[in-house]
């Protein structure tokens, strides 16, 4: 089974390689689309997954790190349209303050949240989240509620045109690759060995003479500045910024990505985000297919229903397929419980 695991891996990762050279063949670039926003949202769940999958910390507000790497692009676009601050577009600059300012942003939230456990845990992330997008809904300034429509996106110079979709796609797939390379480096060090120790007894590390309040502090920051990367595409790939990146809504797909996907995976999130993007695609088209077929021209909207047939679905993955997709490729199939 590990073979297959290995193989199916490698094929996606392959496939996903290979997105605008087949998009460009069958002249569909709106797959190109499609899939640099898997890849975005693919980084993003990976980095849920260093809290979730391997700290055990249910961080219910990544989305805030998300809108806060765009915002770092809206804000730049902002002051260079209004203000002619031409190097506010520097899209060097763009990508650096998108990993530090989310970076702080979560070690000062974790300072204060990691000191609590379960549920209220989960409550003060899900606060901290809604405070900061309450607080850009008031910036007037920069869009409120309206958000912001990018008519200049990132400028790398002569490096790469960020207006190009491809060059975008494999900037996308560029740093998911470097993304999961420092994540394996990290979890499997002797810093990712205290991370994850202390999800399975942390006093015991504790009782040892293990500092796991500073461990797990560093990888909730880590995490929150990958996630500022995602962010930071996610502007560049829609051309809009937008308070709704914030939403506990979004905090919680990208939950939903990592369980779907498998937690405490390297590549889960990865299949996570995939696969909950083409049923998001997909499903609505099927089940109108489908209900066309059974009850004729009735069945207009069905597909507006496609998160009830959805829901039910990531139910029976939690409940027997331990470990996700990653896990039911592994073999792991029975009761969870």
Known sequence: MQMIRIGFIALVMLALAVVPVVATAIDEPFYVSLFTRMLVLAIAASSLNLVLGYG??????????????SYVVGIGFYHAANDGMEWALNGWLHLALAIIIPGLVALLIGAISLRTRGVYFIMITLAFSQMLYYFFIGLERYGGDDGL????LSDFGSVMDMNDDSQLYYLAYGLLVLVLFVLYRLVNSHFGMVVRGAKSNERRL??????????RLVAFGISGAICGIAGFLMANQSEFVSTSEMHWVHSGDLIVMVVLGGMGTLFGPVLGAVGFLMLEQYLPELMEGVCHIIGGDRCGIAGEYWKMVFGPLLILIVLFARGGIDGLLQGKVGRNV
Do not use: D, I
């Not at 504790?206 to 461990?215: I, L, N, Q, S």
């Open 56 to 69: 055990g910390m249910v961080s219910f507000g990544h989305a805030a790190y998300l809108g806060l790497g």
């Open 149 to 152: 429509s990018l008519w200049y």
């Open 206 to 215: 504790m009782a040892v003479g293990f500092p796991t309040y500073r461990y």
